[in-house]
């Protein structure tokens, strides 16, 4: 009897013991958790975190391979150096470089000399804590503004150049937060008057090249689609959900104070929303894209003071989806429209189709234009910037320079036009050469 009661004393103790070390093995192990967790919310690096980043490097190494697949005989380059998406794209006015953003943080600089080379080198400036969804390089080239993804606003980059290119300096301070709504384009005047930032509610901002806020424009638009500033630094046009493109002046007084913005003109025509327009480089050519199905180029070459239109020069048709993009070559001779990811070339003049390319990108085009030469035409939409030959620029220009010829009277004027001719037909078969 009483060995059975000690059997059963032994076996509570044991079991007691057993649970008990049960308990005290845990303990530690929670210990440990809470420990880790503390370390991680102070940033250390823990251990244990090795093994969980691995499968982050496996996805990182995965990703890269997927790079879209895009080829065409006029394909003259496919720069690639950024790690994002691309969101922006400018030429500075001397031509000599070209500017992209993305979301990889960094903006980079690119030489148009060796687009037809095989390597494409770029200077990297970084933005810093941040990213740039717009970037503007400033007229004379040494200075380039970007709108901050997170930030909201303007930072300014100073360009210094050096032996093998250029060092970039952010300016101490961005400029305030001012808009309420997502920025759809920001532009510097080529006059270096002013920055324009333009937000997809009806707001247009003026600002000075300081940071100070010189008029805000109410649209009236219900929202912009694009908003844009001359490429001669005079105007500011914005369009949107109403079939008008609207364009203001911004005056500045002798002393080059600034006076006030003043409507200029209308672009009236299409029966629908507008989703782009475009200048070309002397800022007297408009093109314009409407959801009502047609493109229209527009002389704007008039006297707007004294209440003269804008006329139209033709009218196409091409059935675009948004998000849609409109370039117009410099010299108007032809104009790109993007939809979604493709892309169509048209004689401004003829009306003719003249280039179509296919899934260009990987995801929509973001942004297109054609270099300040007339040679290019560049787009981008993924982590790579696409640049063609503008074939369809030298066939128009041909075109041009022969009607001229028939009609010209004058043998000085005959001669050059025939060695422009010349030159010109040298200049397409050479591309034509190096794209077969
Ligand atoms: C692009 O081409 C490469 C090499 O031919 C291939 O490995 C890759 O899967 C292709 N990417 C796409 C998205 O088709
Ligand atoms: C780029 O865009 C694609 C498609 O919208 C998206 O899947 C991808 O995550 C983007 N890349 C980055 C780095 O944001
Ligand atoms: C403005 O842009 C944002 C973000 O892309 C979008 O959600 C919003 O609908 C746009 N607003 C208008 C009026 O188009
Ligand atoms: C426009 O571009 C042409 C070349 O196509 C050039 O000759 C002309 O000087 C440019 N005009 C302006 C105002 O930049």
Redesign the pocket.
């Known amino acids: 009897m009483e060995a059975a009661v000690a059997v059963v004393v032994v076996s509570v103790l044991l079991g007691g013991i057993i649970l008990l070390l049960a308990l005290l093995g845990k303990r530690p192990q929670s210990d440990s958790e809470q420990d880790l967790s503390a370390k991680k919310a102070n940033g250390e690096a823990a251990p244990e975190k090795l093994p969980a980043k691995k499968p982050k490097l496996q996805k990182l190494r995965k990703e890269k391979p997927q790079q879209h697949n895009f080829t065409h005989r006029l394909l003259a380059a496919s720069l690639k150096a950024h790690s994002?998406?691309v969101t922006c794209l400018d030429f500075s006015s001397n031509g000599k470089y070209l500017a992209s953003c993305s979301?990889?943080r960094t903006v980079r600089i690119w030489s148009t000399k060796d687009f037809l080379d095989r390597e494409h080198r770029s200077m990297r400036a970084n933005v810093e804590l941040d990213h740039a969804t717009h970037v503007r390089f400033s007229p004379d080239c040494r200075a380039f503004i970007v709108f901050l993804a997170n930030g909201e606003t303007i930072r300014v980059f100073k360009m210094t150049k050096k032996e093998d290119g250029f060092t970039f300096t952010a300016a101490p301070e961005d400029f305030a937060k001012r808009h309420k709504a997502p920025i759809i384009n920001i532009g510097i005047a080529e006059t270096g008057k002013f920055i324009m930032t333009a937000s997809n509610d009806t707001t247009i901002l003026i600002w000075d090249l300081k940071g100070e806020v010189l008029a805000s424009i109410n649209t009236n638009q219900m929202n912009n689609a694009y908003a844009a500033i001359s490429p001669c630094g005079r105007f500011v046009a914005s369009c949107g959900f109403t079939p008008d493109v609207k364009v203001w002046e911004v005056c500045f007084g002798k002393q080059g104070e600034f006076r006030e913005v003043s409507r200029a003109f209308d672009l009236k025509g299409h029966s629908a929303g507008v989703y782009g327009f475009a200048f070309s480089n002397d800022s007297r050519r408009m093109a314009t894209v409407s959801k009502d199905g047609t493109w229209k180029l527009w002389d704007t070459d008039v006297e707007y003071k004294k209440q003269q239109d804008p006329y139209l020069l033709y009218t196409g048709q091409i059935s675009v989806s948004n998000p849609c993009r409109i370039a117009l070559s410099p010299d108007a001779r032809v104009l790109a429209i993007s939809s979604i990811s493709d892309i169509t070339v048209f004689n401004t003049r003829t009306g003719a189709v003249e280039e179509e390319f296919h899934s260009v990108h990987?995801?929509v085009i973001t942004d297109l234009l054609f270099d300040t030469n007339n040679r290019f035409l560049v787009s981008t939409g993924?982590r790579a910037i696409r640049v063609f030959h503008n074939t369809a620029g030298y066939r128009a220009a041909i075109g041009d320079m022969k009607d001229m010829l028939k009609k010209a009277t004058n043998k000085g004027t005959k001669d050059r036009l025939q060695q422009q001719i010349i030159d010109a037909q040298s200049a397409l078969d050479a591309v034509c050469k190096q794209t077969n």
């Open positions: 994002g998406n979301d990889d990987g995801d993924d």
